[in-house]
Structures are given as C-alpha cells and as structure tokens.
C-alpha cells in the first residue's frame, strides 16, 4: 500500500484539499493512519448491515476506493451499490472490486451528493452509507440528502453515519483535536504535515456536534437515532426508519 505522504513538506497542497489522482494513489494508507479505529468501525459497519440487510440493496455513498463495499460482500448476498464524486476513485474502486473478484457484484456510479439528488437511485435499500462523507458535503444540502435517503429506504432500513464531530462545550474541541493530532504523530504523520493537511481541510471539511447531527436525522425522518461509535472527534450514528420490531409490537 503507498504511503501517505502528500503533505510532507509541500506548502502548496495547503490550497482546498480534492479527491484527485494523487490522494487515491494512497487513500488506502491515508485513512488507515487517519481514522481512528478505521478497521474497528468497518467491522462495526459488517455487524450492523448484516442485521439490517433484509432483501433490499446496500447504497454506499462516497465509496471512495471501496473498501466498505469490498468488506460488506463477505457478509452479505445483497445487491451493492457505490456512489463517487471522483472519477479517480471510482477507477480505483473498479480495480480493487476486480482483484477481489467481486466486481460482478458491486455497481460504482458517479454522483454528486452536493447537486441533483435525481440522480442517485436508492430505490429499494435496506442499509445506505455515509461514512467519512457528510462532513464534505454542503451544510445546505445535508437535510435534501438525509432527507432522499430517508425516503427511499425500506422500512425497518437503516442509514450508518461515520463523522468527524465538534464538542458540545467549544472549550473541549482544542483537547480532542490535541488527542487527535497525537494519534496522527503515534501513526507516523509530523507536525508538518499535520499542519498542511489542517489547513488544505479548513473550508472543505465542515463536522457539526453530535446533537446537530441527531437534530439532523430526526428532523428529515428517522424515528431512532443512536450513536454506535466514539473516540474524542469521530463519532459513528445508526439510524432506524421504522423500525420492524417496534412495528410488530405495536401490532401485537
Ligand atoms: C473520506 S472519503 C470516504 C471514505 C469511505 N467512505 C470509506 O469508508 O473508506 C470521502 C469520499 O466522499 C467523496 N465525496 C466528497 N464530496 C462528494 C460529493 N459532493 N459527492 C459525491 N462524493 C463526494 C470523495 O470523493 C471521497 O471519496
């Protein structure tokens, strides 16, 4: 796997980080070092999708090179499906699904989640991903998004949200990001680089608190909503539409 080291001592990638050429050829390590217990939340995501998955298709969207949906289709027979706004990773994603041989099984589509919802089909899902995703998109655009999706899932359908958070007291943001930036050096980052990658992500990477997210969720539809997941500023959220269970109860 090539390293990360697109921020090693280069000022100029400190303009608005994008999901080029470049950042695929070492995304794999990138978000490895980059997100804490990376592994441990997809094994996470395979227990949650294996007990939501009911028939319907898998959506996950921002499926970088997919390794969620690579991961995903040892654990399930369902229909995937990968949405990117990157042509790179989307090329990317195809080559790694091939060397799997698993490219049969998963559809990689370009879309932009920031513009026409249209275009997305999320038509008969039973699980859609967010992971590592909203906080890219627009503020604006997140309810029309959480919203589309909501829709379109099955009942008793879940939607899986992994994110950057804020705190609730601004005061504790300083401690995480400190918590955060050690975990970046224990994984073989510098100051530096850290720094350049802070800055390249100022305007493009918008995380919002924990009860903004749920404010969210609920608000475009989601009747339950609960965290799975929390280390200091990454955060994992599980939401429900409709759940079967609570349906049957209700029914007696
Ligand atoms: C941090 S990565 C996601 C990681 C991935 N979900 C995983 O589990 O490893 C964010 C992804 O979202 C995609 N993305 C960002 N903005 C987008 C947009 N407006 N529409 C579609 N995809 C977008 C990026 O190209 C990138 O592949």
């Not at 275009?119 to 627009?138: G, H």
């Not at 510098?190 to 995380?207: D, F, G, H, Q, T």
Request: charged share 25%; proline share 2%; net charge negative.
């Amino acid at each position: 796997m090539p390293t990360d080291d697109i921020f090693r001592g280069d000022r100029s990638r400190a303009s608005d980080f994008v999901f080029d050429q470049q950042v695929v050829n070492v995304f794999d390590d990138m978000v490895a070092r980059s997100v804490p217990f990376y592994a441990e939340q997809q094994k996470l995501i395979q227990t949650i999708v294996s007990r939501f998955s009911n028939q319907g298709r898998i959506v996950d969207l921002g499926c970088s090179t997919g390794t969620t949906l690579l991961n995903l289709s040892s654990v399930t027979d369902a229909s995937l499906c990968g949405y990117d706004n990157s042509q790179a990773m989307l090329n990317q994603a195809r080559l790694n699904a091939t060397e799997h041989g698993v490219i049969d099984r998963i559809d990689f589509r370009n879309a932009d989640l920031n513009g026409d919802l249209d275009d997305l089909d999320l038509n008969n899902t039973d699980v859609t991903l967010l992971c590592w995703t909203l906080q890219f998109i627009r503020p604006l655009r997140r309810d029309a998004l959480v919203g589309q999706i909501y829709r379109a899932l099955n009942n008793g359908g879940a939607l899986i949200v992994t994110d950057r958070v804020l705190t609730n007291d601004t005061s504790m943001n300083r401690y995480f990001l400190d918590f955060y930036y050690d975990h970046k050096r224990a994984n073989g980052y510098s100051n530096e680089e850290i720094i350049n990658k802070r800055e390249a992500l100022e305007n493009v990477l918008i995380p919002y608190r924990v009860d903004e997210n749920i404010e969210l969720f609920r608000r475009n539809g989601f009747q339950i909503v609960e965290t799975f997941f929390q280390w200091f500023n990454f955060a994992g959220f599980l939401c429900i539409k409709n759940n079967r269970a609570a349906i049957r109860d209700q029914r007696g």
